[in-house]
């Protein structure tokens, strides 16, 4: 973020020299009431296919702030096309996955259900605010979509044919990860991709099955370990970062 912008904030809105542009009523409270923003003041933006931009401040009221766009910093660039899917587990815990993935370059989070799921509810809306928040701060040029929650079988049913899954087994069945990775074949290699991690319990043998007989499941492990599943997903989104990823 350029030193004269205190705030980067992520919009809907086209990004361009001179355009205008009007923060939502949360983002507008933010910068006036929060951030004590002024008339002036710069505003970094960015939504994900425009780069990011400069902006001035126009107008700010206590609910209502606009702002002017002047000036690109950053040209958008590609990212890696990696999802995660995970069994959704407690809100602190899975507050931290769509953070902490964001950071790590996740394009795309979608929680499954499995049969040792404990979590029966997931509020999609709160995990992309996260992802919203976790962009912002890293300097992240695009924030990751979230999916509804879907049940495992359903998910690996309608799997696309391209992508290619790293199937995070907890029985270290797999050979170790950035080993498979790194000997993965060129044509892999430059699939997208995606990393399934499993619930607290684990898979149970039929899941495991069903994931392993996949024609794009990949089964690696990670470590002696054991693992929380928040732990688990962070060290699987850097190894293959690492070993396909933009690192």
């Given at each position: 973020?350029r030193?004269?912008?205190?705030?980067?904030l992520?919009v809907d809105?086209?990004?361009?020299a001179?355009?205008t542009?009007?923060?939502?009523?949360d983002?507008?409270?933010y910068?006036a009431n929060?951030?004590?923003a002024?008339?002036?003041d710069?505003?970094a933006?960015f939504?994900?296919?425009?780069?990011?931009w400069?902006?001035?401040?126009?107008e700010?009221?206590?609910?209502?702030?606009?702002l002017r766009?002047?000036?690109q910093?950053?040209?958008?660039?590609?990212?890696?096309d990696?999802w995660?899917?995970?069994?959704?587990i407690?809100?602190?815990?899975?507050?931290f996955i769509a953070?902490?993935?964001?950071e790590?370059?996740v394009?795309h989070?979608?929680?499954?259900?499995?049969?040792?799921?404990i979590?029966d509810r997931?509020?999609?809306?709160?995990?992309?605010?996260?992802a919203?928040?976790?962009?912002?701060?890293c300097e992240?040029?695009?924030?990751?979509?979230?999916?509804?929650?879907?049940?495992?079988?359903?998910?690996?049913?309608?799997?696309p044919?391209e992508?290619k899954i790293?199937?995070c087994?907890?029985?270290l069945?797999?050979t170790?990860a950035?080993?498979?990775?790194?000997?993965?074949d060129e044509?892999?290699a430059?699939?997208?991709?995606?990393?399934l991690i499993g619930p607290?319990?684990g898979f149970?043998?039929?899941?495991?099955?069903l994931?392993?007989?996949?024609?794009?499941?990949v089964?690696?492990?990670?470590?002696?370990r054991i693992?929380?599943?928040?732990t688990?997903?962070?060290?699987a989104?850097?190894?293959?970062?690492?070993?396909l990823g933009?690192?």
């Amino acid at each position: 973020m350029r030193a004269d912008c205190k705030t980067r904030l992520f919009v809907d809105a086209q990004l361009g020299a001179e355009l205008t542009v009007a923060p939502d009523r949360d983002q507008s409270h933010y910068l006036a009431n929060v951030m004590r923003a002024r008339i002036g003041d710069r505003v970094a933006l960015f939504n994900g296919r425009d780069g990011e931009w400069v902006s001035e401040i126009t107008e700010a009221a206590k609910r209502h702030v606009t702002l002017r766009v002047l000036d690109q910093v950053k040209k958008q660039q590609p990212e890696p096309d990696l999802w995660l899917a995970f069994a959704p587990i407690k809100k602190a815990r899975l507050d931290f996955i769509a953070q902490k993935a964001t950071e790590l370059g996740v394009s795309h989070m979608v929680p499954v259900i499995t049969r040792r799921t404990i979590v029966d509810r997931v509020k999609t809306e709160r995990m992309t605010a996260n992802a919203v928040e976790a962009a912002e701060q890293c300097e992240r040029m695009n924030v990751p979509t979230v999916g509804e929650p879907i049940k495992l079988d359903k998910l690996l049913g309608q799997w696309p044919a391209e992508r290619k899954i790293m199937f995070c087994d907890e029985d270290l069945s797999g050979t170790a990860a950035h080993t498979t990775l790194e000997t993965t074949d060129e044509k892999s290699a430059a699939a997208p991709w995606a990393i399934l991690i499993g619930p607290e319990g684990g898979f149970d043998d039929a899941e495991r099955d069903l994931i392993r007989n996949h024609p794009n499941c990949v089964t690696v492990s990670l470590g002696p370990r054991i693992l929380r599943a928040d732990t688990a997903a962070m060290a699987a989104i850097s190894l293959w970062q690492s070993a396909l990823g933009d690192w």
